[in-house]
């Protein structure tokens, strides 16, 4: 089944041990720290930084023990934690890679930072990658 090209890179995600380590290589090199908020769901705080072409670095510090970052950080320690990709239609992607026996970890959206719904590749069907996939909440 081919899928219709609407991907676009959003962000890379980093897993840091706090928001404050993490970010200074960023500040040095002239970011300002962008959009910073907690997702309950997934038990971490995110700060965002944005880059001239529409992308951003992520990063990820885990607000519990039970948090997939911390278990990440755990085993790998600090680095690139997922790439994300932006689509226009979450539920579409997902139906499609389901129909070519994709290994998903989440079978419909959840909540993710920024208003999105979100839905992650499992790494086994993506070459050891972990994929986010990202749709903007339309405003009803």
Not at 31 to 45: W, Y
Not at 90 to 104: E, Q
Not at 125 to 133: D, K, S, T, Y
């Amino acid at each position: 089944m081919n899928l219709p090209i609407d991907y676009e890179f959003d962000h890379v995600g980093i897993a840091v041990k706090s928001l404050g380590e993490g970010e200074k290589v960023y500040l040095a090199m002239g970011f300002k720290a962008g959009h910073t908020e907690e997702v309950p769901s997934e038990k971490v705080r995110v700060r965002m930084f944005e880059l001239g072409n529409n992308a951003r670095i992520e990063l990820l510090e885990a607000t519990s023990p039970e948090s997939p970052v911390a278990r990440f950080l755990e085993k790998r320690g600090p680095g690139i934690h997922h790439i994300c990709l932006r689509v226009k239609d979450i539920r579409k992607s997902l139906l499609g890679l389901k129909a070519a026996n994709i290994r998903v970890i989440n079978e419909e959206p959840i909540q993710g930072a920024g208003g999105c719904e979100v839905a992650f590749i499992h790494p086994s069907a993506a070459g050891g990658v972990l994929v986010e996939l990202s749709q903007k909440r339309s405003s009803k």
